[in-house]
């Protein structure tokens, strides 16, 4: 199984940026796919991001333009770079991986979530 652990979620004033990074570890050598999502309160939780790993990323509309997702595969890390940041931003992200198993199952993993807040 992969585990997940984010960090780099915090407070910010409008116009700021943040960097939010997610840890894997496990059976890492499975993951095919990892993204960022996130919740607001009363709001269903939303695809930010995604990266395969032929390296194809995929963005929300919302985002485009200001957050870029990327991996370090030497450090199992998968990072959240957020410039512009809008008080609709204003969520707890989450880190979620794909991956399969040694019996062809897949399945999906998901990281404690890491607050983010934008103030105006």
């Known amino acids: 199984q992969v585990q997940l652990v984010e960090s780099g979620g915090g407070l910010v004033q409008a116009g700021g940026s943040l960097r939010l990074s997610c840890v894997a570890s496990?059976?890492?050598?499975?993951?095919?796919?990892m993204g960022w999502y996130r919740q607001a309160p009363g709001k269903q939780r939303e695809l930010v991001a995604s990266i395969t790993n032929g390296g194809s990323t995929n963005y929300a509309e919302s985002v485009k333009g200001r957050f870029t997702i990327s991996r370090d595969n030497a450090k199992n890390t998968m990072y959240l770079q957020m410039n512009s940041l809008k008080p609709e931003d204003t969520a707890l992200y989450y880190c979620k991986a794909s991956a399969q198993g040694t019996t062809g199952r897949t399945y999906d993993v998901w990281g404690q979530g890491t607050q983010v807040t934008v103030s105006s």
């Open positions: 496990g059976s890492i050598f499975g993951i095919y796919f």
